[in-house]
Each structure stands twice: as C-alpha cells, then as structure tokens.
C-alpha cells in the first residue's frame, strides 16, 4: 500500500470545458484549508450560442481572473499558463447515451475531435502538465459501434507516445455512497518523471488500479474478474483503421491501466459498506418548492402513460411502415429510499416525460425535482446555476459530474507518496 504524504504542494490546474466548474469545485474541496490546488486557467466555449450562460456562470462563483471564453482550437498553447494538473470533461455527445450507437461518430464527430486539443496543448506545451484527470461517459470504453474501443485505444496510444502512462475507471457514485447512480469514466494520467510513473513501473497492474494508486485509494474496488493485457504499440493510423474491426465487443473493461504501449485491464467492483445517500434525503422541504413543479391531476395520466410499461403497435413516419414498440415500466414516482437514477439534460420544462424524475413525498402530490435538488444529486452548492432558467439549470446539471468523485481522486492524489 503506497503512503499518504504529510506535506501539502501546490498543484497549479488549467481547466478545459469548464462548464459551470464541477472540477474546479472538487478541486477546491480537496485543498481543504490549504490552497493546494490553485486554476491558473479555465476555458468554457459553446460554439454557436449567442449568449454564453454555462461561462457566465463560472465566471459568477469564480471570477473572471484566469478565465477564457473563446474556442479552445483558435487559443495559442503560448496563452495557457504552465500547469502541473490539466482537467476536464471533454464534450461527450458523440458518446452519450443520448443518440444511438449508430449514430454515435467517437472521435470523428463534430465534438469529439475536441479530444485532440487536449492532445494539442499537451504536446505543444514545453513543459507539459504532469498530471491528467479526464471524465467521459462510459460509452468512450465501445465506442464506435464499427471498431469497438477504437477511441479509447488512440486516446491511450497518443498519451503513451507523449511520455504518460493512463488508468480509467468507470466510477458509479452511487456504489461510493454518493446520491446518484450516475456512471463516468475517469482518466488518469501520470507523466513520466512524477513519483506515480516510477511507481506503476514497480507496481503489479492489478495492484496499482485496486490498492496502490491514487483512484484505487480514493474509490476503494476489488478485482471481479481477471485482467488481460494486450498491446496498442503502433502506429497511430494503423491503430485508428484496424483496432477492434474484427470484435463484436471491446476488449476495454471496466478498470485498467496502459504504461509504455502495453493495456492491462479487466472488471472491478466497488467496495463500499458504508449508508446510501437517497434521493429522499436531499430534497428541499416542501415549502420551499414552487408550485409550478407540482404536476396538475389533469397531467397525470399522461405522465403515468410515458413511465409505464407498453406493447403497442406504431406507425414509421418516414416509410409508413407499421411495427411494435414494446419497453418496460419506470418506477413512478421515483423511490425516495435509494439514490436517484441519472440526471439528464432534459430535467427541465413542465412538459411530461417518460425520464424526468417525479416524486411524491406527502403520498398525494406528485412533482419534479428543482434546480437545488438536482444540484444536490451533483454534489455542487445550492443555487450555484442561479441566474438563468430552470431549463437551463435543469440542462448544466445533466451536464455535470458528480463532484464528489473529483474531490476524493484530488485529495488522494495530494497525500499519496510512493
């Protein structure tokens, strides 16, 4: 078991796709009293929006020093400040559960190739950042449906031939007693010349990703299966074109690490045995609810119609085609005794939805979650996305991480020593 180091550093962090600061807060939390990590540059930029709400937000909590709000692609390396820490959850839509597999287009799509300027500021920076944490949902680990772990095999192989060696984990923080059962990817990388190089080095793969490192610490896991190792040492077109054509499923599970060209990975499972953070236990009290969040019975039914069960006959619209839609039930309301299923963008708007959360707390009204409750979910302070629409609040939280996950990896990484 790696130790726990006594003395607090300085860790200078430049933020990418800062949305409305989920890393910066986690961050934060992890320095405790001490200042140990100190955002020396943050960027968020929606391209195409007039007015930019998720930056204006971040600049609100935050402040405007080391901030930027323009295109990441048209920003000089030259005008981002040296950095020992580089993090961000970069543009996940090409992967989301939110569009098809079919659809999804990995690292070729229109946002995925946001990946590269991450690439782009590490290799052009003459002194790279010593440490990554990246966050993605976990469709990264199979996507794309034609080359299953294609994108994740690149992403691995160019770091690897920028001098860091990588270890993911697919995190549920609901299985780390937080309030939603929400699944991210974490990335971590760890440069060569840093103390954790060294020691992934001397460490048995299986070791590092489940008692030695830094996440293993901060998300206690046991092995659930065993570990393969396979090599992506070569040349990055050729991996681009090849890997995963011939496999149905990819070869990435859950947990792993690549060092020097070679991945080891398999399947964990979180260790946790402490209480569950519900969904009950973090609602505002009621008198602190707008009525406009209180369903009307007149709605109900068409509320109880979207969540429940269904096998009925439909018509295609392009072809005319008539074929049968079957899916299963939701629960409805949603149980106050565990934690909340996934947030999504589209928790905002009185419209009924088979996914929004709905909940009935006195056993007679029924009625969806506010701005402060989502952001409880997300671990973010209450009214941190105040100043725009609840739709628009209801939208940065479907967006965010949980926060708590980031705070534990910082704090671990901080106190650990070979």
């Not at 469709?139 to 920028?162: E, I, K």
Request: hydrophobic share 35%.
């Amino acid at each position: 078991m790696a130790k726990r180091s006594k003395s607090v550093r300085t860790v200078r962090v430049a933020e990418l796709f800062a949305g409305v600061g989920g890393f910066r807060l986690g961050l934060e939390r992890a320095s405790g009293s001490d200042t140990a990590y100190q955002v020396v540059f943050s960027n968020q930029w929606e391209p195409g929006k007039r007015v930019q709400h998720a930056s204006n937000i971040y600049v609100s909590r935050f402040g405007k020093e080391h901030h930027v709000n323009t295109d990441i692609a048209t920003l000089s390396t030259r005008d981002i400040p040296d950095h020992d820490m580089l993090v961000g959850g970069f543009p996940c839509q090409d992967y989301s559960v939110a569009s098809t597999l079919r659809n999804s287009k990995g690292l070729v799509g229109k946002k995925g190739v946001l990946w590269w300027q991450i690439h782009r500021i590490l290799k052009e920076k003459e002194r790279p950042p010593k440490y990554l944490l990246l966050e993605n949902v976990d469709r990264l680990l199979s996507s794309p449906v034609a080359q299953r772990g294609r994108d994740l095999a690149v992403m691995l192989r160019s770091l690897d031939l920028l001098g860091y060696a990588v270890e993911w984990r697919v995190v549920n923080a609901a299985e780390h007693g937080m309030p939603q059962r929400r699944r991210r990817v974490f990335i971590m990388g760890y440069r060569k010349g840093t103390p954790e190089h060294k020691a992934i080095k001397r460490s048995t793969p299986t070791d590092w990703c489940t008692l030695n490192g830094p996440m293993a610490i901060a998300l206690p896991c046991k092995v659930d299966g065993g570990f393969v190792q396979f090599s992506i040492e070569q040349d990055l077109e050729v991996l681009s074109n090849e890997f995963g054509q011939r496999s149905g499923t990819s070869p990435f599970g859950n947990t792993g690490i690549m060092f020097d060209g070679q991945v080891f990975t398999g399947r964990t499972k979180a260790v946790y045995d402490g209480e569950p953070v519900t969904l009950g236990s973090i609602l505002q009290a009621e008198k602190d609810v707008p009525e406009e969040f209180y369903i009307k019975r007149g709605e109900l039914k068409q509320w109880k119609y979207l969540k429940g069960a269904k096998k009925e006959a439909r018509v295609s619209q392009g072809s005319g085609h008539t074929y049968s839609y079957s899916e299963g039930a939701m629960s409805f309301p949603d149980p106050l005794d565990r934690p909340s299923r996934t947030i999504i963008t589209g928790e905002g708007g009185r419209a009924a939805s088979r996914f929004k959360h709905v909940v009935c707390v006195d056993g007679k009204r029924y009625r969806r979650l506010t701005p402060v409750e989502l952001e409880r979910l997300n671990m973010f302070p209450d009214d941190h996305t105040a100043g725009v629409s609840d739709t628009w609040r209801a939208f940065f939280m479907g967006n965010a991480l949980v926060v708590g996950i980031v705070e534990r990896i910082g704090r671990e990484l901080l106190r650990w020593s070979p």
